[in-house]
T-cell receptor, first 114, second 109 residues
Framework: DGGITQSPKYLFRKEGQNVTLSCEQN?????MYWYRQDPGQGLRLIYY???????QKGDIAEGYSVSREKKESFPLTVTSAQKNPTAFYLC?????????????FGPGTRLTVT | GQNIDQPTEMTATEGAIVQINCTYQ??????LFWYQQHAGEAPTFLSY??LDGLEEKGRFSSFLSRSKGYSYLLLKELQMKDSASYLC??????????WGAGTKLIIKP
């Protein structure tokens, strides 16, 4: 079964700690994305990657970092510099970033920082 | 700035028809997507429009007017499982998706 996995589903951290969210896809998609979803707001793009070893900042990249060492994997690190890290984080992938192909989403990770 | 507007919440009755509107102002246009998202879950793709007109897919249809910056999602024969949020997203000139805040649809028996 092809798809996107994110782990864990729920994550709790203390303020000041860095935390890494996992995202893996076996769809052979070139492009991968990280979004943040907050109540009452649309999805906001954090980082995206169109190809291995390359990634670009989205609209709200401050306090986050990513890597794309393998086509299948696009982990997101939420650093202590992120002022409001508590949110629902969604990873997505698409066959190609500049086409009509839709983005497929993972199940999401709900991060709570106290 | 870029903006996508959708109603925050709508209520409809099981078996009825509901239309969810989306208006947009973006820098460029390379297609409009509709997604369904059940509470606490991932969005799932419903439809894609890039040319003006109506796209029909079973109980769901989506309409686009590029000159008006307007789209709607039409859901027919509503079922309780259609209770969810419906997200409108526009792909801009940089091929990035700009997302609306979503419309929460409540279905009553």
């Amino acid at each position: 079964d092809g798809g996107i996995t994110q782990s864990p589903k729920y994550l709790f951290r203390k303020e000041g700690q860095n935390v890494t969210l996992s995202c893996e896809q076996n769809l052979n998609h070139d492009a991968m994305y990280w979004y943040r979803q907050d109540p009452g707001q649309g999805l906001r793009l954090i980082y995206y990657s169109q190809i291995v070893n390359d990634f670009q900042k989205g609209d709200i990249a401050e306090g986050y970092s990513v890597s794309r060492e393998k086509k299948e994997s696009f982990p997101l690190t939420v650093t202590s510099a992120q002022k409001n890290p508590t949110a629902f984080y969604l990873c997505a992938s698409s066959m190609s970033p500049d086409s009509s192909y839709e983005q497929y989403f993972g199940p999401g990770t709900r991060l709570t920082v106290t | 700035g870029q903006n996508i507007d959708q109603p925050t919440e709508m209520t409809a009755t099981e078996g009825a028809i509901v239309q969810i509107n989306c208006t947009y102002q973006t820098s460029g246009f390379n297609g409009l997507f509709w997604y369904q998202q059940h509470a606490g879950e991932a969005p799932t793709f419903l439809s894609y429009n890039v040319l003006d007109g109506l796209e029909e897919k079973g109980r769901f249809s989506s309409f686009l007017s590029r000159s008006k910056g307007y789209s709607y999602l039409l859901l027919k024969e509503l079922q309780m499982k259609d209770s969810a949020s419906y997200l409108c997203a526009v792909r801009d000139s940089n091929y990035q998706l700009i997302w609306g805040a979503g419309t929460k649809l409540i279905i009553k028996p």
